[in-house]
């Protein structure tokens, strides 16, 4: 069983950036969710991150409960009162048997042992509760940034993703969730952001990170003069599309 100590920690080394750049949910995403589910009572954001989903959800849920296995990702995550942070792994997450409405997972299924995870879904998720899951693609912008970004992404770090990566260039598509699905709408992220918002959020990337400790250099900095070029002094809208899968575990209890 993976613990907290166990789990593969890509983004601690960037807690604080990864709070600050990474790109925010749509609020539709939520609304959504929060009228799916049999009762608004508790929801539980797994590998919470920087915390947004889990306080996103408060405005729909009475109680919510946002854990990561990462201390400081927990320690960077953006406080909010109705929030309840805690340290725990997607594998043993410490909750009550049964006693969840919602269990949420943004853009981390893929770092989960899938099987254990999700017989911890089974065990606290009420008989009625709902797993959802998400992540996204590369973003898009303009077709001269797009370039720039896909060289980076493929040709300069692209041997340093991790290989689970791959499962989010497929869009989730082979995730088995058991359970009832549920017909999803279509959703995107997207920001408006200048030059130096996006080169921010690409040293976030844990290939990134992987490529400057071991060659000691920055990545995003081969082509930081290029982008800034292509992308001019003006704020650009940012495109993320979103993969979303929804399953009602009344089956999955039976």
Known sequence: MVTAAEFKDHFSAESGNYAQYRPTYPDEL???LGSIVAANAVAWDC???SGQAAI???DHFEKVIASDASQSQIDAAIADPRVEYRVASAEQSGLADHSVDLLTVGQAFHWFDETT???EAQRILKPDGMLAIWCYELCHV??????IVDTLYRDIVGEYWPP???TIEQGYSRADLPGEAVAVPTFEMSSDWRSAD??????TWSACKRYAAEKGSDPVALLESQLVAAWGDQK?????PMHIKVSRTNTLLE
């Open 30 to 32: 939520f609304e959504f």
């Open 47 to 49: 590998a919470t991150g």
């Open 56 to 58: 996103a959800l408060a």
């Open 117 to 119: 995870f999700l017989a």
């Open 142 to 147: 303009a077709e001269e940034c797009d370039a």
């Open 164 to 166: 689970e990566r791959v």
């Open 198 to 203: 996006m080169l921010g959020y690409l040293r």
């Open 236 to 240: 650009r809208r940012v495109i993320w």
